[in-house]
């Protein structure tokens, strides 16, 4: 099952595990740590955060890690009093988590990683899903806003955005204004496989909201994980599969 595969994969390395809440680690009553058992010996992500703030930051071996709350901000569209907006207002750009982002983005790092829950071009076709369609004058999308989220991820250089959400496995070739571009762009690494029921990924995805050419890879229901080799002036991934550790997908970047 999912938490053997997840004890044998951490059985097998030697570097540290930061380990990141998902989506439902915070929901009312249940408390993180009874996801968390003491002998695997994880970083706690609160351990990170001061107080209640659910996004944080570090670096590692020269990569920046850029861990966001972009669970949902579907409350924006409801008339919550700013304190009770549960998901810290990262569509807004002048909120605490936007302006923390934009602060951090701008320490040197040679290579810039950001993770969030929910994924912004994926295999799953959520056309209806205010994560993507949303912004602060509803006008425009979070795909091609002047001030939304991915507007802030290209200026600060970041080089890949991964996230969860969709049960599949799915990458992006890179992407700058909602357009494929191989020099600036950010690849969207979607990598939901790691445990859970994964049949929701098709194989051959409805491509009908996503820009032509922009989605170069997605595999079907395998579970699967990432590794990184990273220098000063390339970064290497791969996605095996879980069992056979066979390479399905891979990428490079070059600086």
Known sequence: DSQTAFEDLMSEGSVPWALVLGNHEFDRGRPYWQYIDPTNHCILAQELMPGERRYYEFTYEGVQFLVLNNNSDTSDKQNYAPCQIPNDLLNHSSSAQRTWFRRNLAKESNWKIACGHRTYYGIENYASRDNIHFSEDYAE???????????????????????????????????????????????????????????????????????????????????????????????????????????????????
């Open 141 to 255: 999308t979070l795909r091609t806003g002047t001030v939304s989220l991915l507007r802030d991820l290209e200026d600060g250089g970041v080089d890949l955005f991964l996230s969860g959400d969709q049960h599949a496995y799915s990458r992006t070739v890179p992407i700058k204004e909602n357009e494929a571009n191989a020099n600036d762009g950010i690849a969207y690494i979607v990598a939901g496989t790691g445990g859970g029921r994964i049949n929701r990924g098709d194989p051959f995805p409805d491509l009908s909201m996503i820009p032509e050419g922009t989605l170069a890879a997605a595999v079907g229901d395998r579970h699967g994980y990432l590794l990184f080799e990273i220098s000063n002036s390339s970064l290497r991934m791969e996605f095996r599969e879980y069992g056979t550790d066979a390479v399905l997908d891979s990428l490079r970047i070059l600086k």
